[in-house]
């Protein structure tokens, strides 16, 4: 294929997709996902009507990329921080705060990963579940052994405790940032510890 200005085809298509989810990262994170049209996604990204189906064959496809973009970003800041050096209980307190320091940050970021991709349809529910999964998945290697003879399995385990902070997460967003950033971590501490309490060996 022809090179234009220097870039060939595939990167002008790569380019023209990088618009329009950053477009829909500004959109849906300040209007919101169902108030959000294609005509104002193109508009925003400065792109004609056909560049949107020649990259996602449905806005649900564009808000699972936006979602992935963004949150895959503030996942390797997360890991980073349970990465550090302390007890299980320390390093998944860093782990939190870090996210709700993500979070707090930029309240576009948090209307997406907390707010919009909720609900949204199956598609997005596939993205949202692998992130999921991806968190308990390091929640997994930081938890200490399990107690012996209780018959638990250690990823359901971790993502009980992924679940229920990221509930505290989404309430935290919905009702405004009703409480500070420390109180959020704190109540997030007592479903961690009261879970490692139960489930898990002294640490």
Partial sequence: MRDYGGRSAEQRRAERRAQLIEAGFELFG??????????????????????????????EELLGAVYDQIRD???????????????????????????????????????????????????????RQRGLRESAAV??????????????????VSMAITVGVNGLFMDWVAKGFNMTREQVVEHSMLLVKGVLHEACEPC
């Fill in 139 to 156: 929640v997994a290697g930081i938890m200490p052994p399990l107690l012996p003879g209780r018959g638990l399995d250690r990823d359901a």
């Fill in 30 to 59: 300040t209007q919101g996902y169902a108030n959000t049209s294609i005509r104002a996604l193109l508009r925003r990204a400065e792109l004609q009507d056909r560049y949107f189906t020649e990259n996602f064959a449905s806005m």
């Fill in 73 to 127: 970003v503030a996942f390797e800041k997360v890991r980073a921080a349970g990465n550090a050096v302390g007890t299980p209980v320390e390093r998944l307190r860093l782990m939190i705060d870090a996210n709700v320091r993500i979070l707090e940050e930029d309240p576009r970021f948090a209307r997406v990963t907390m707010i919009e991709i909720f609900g949204a349809g199956p598609v997005a529910e596939q993205h």
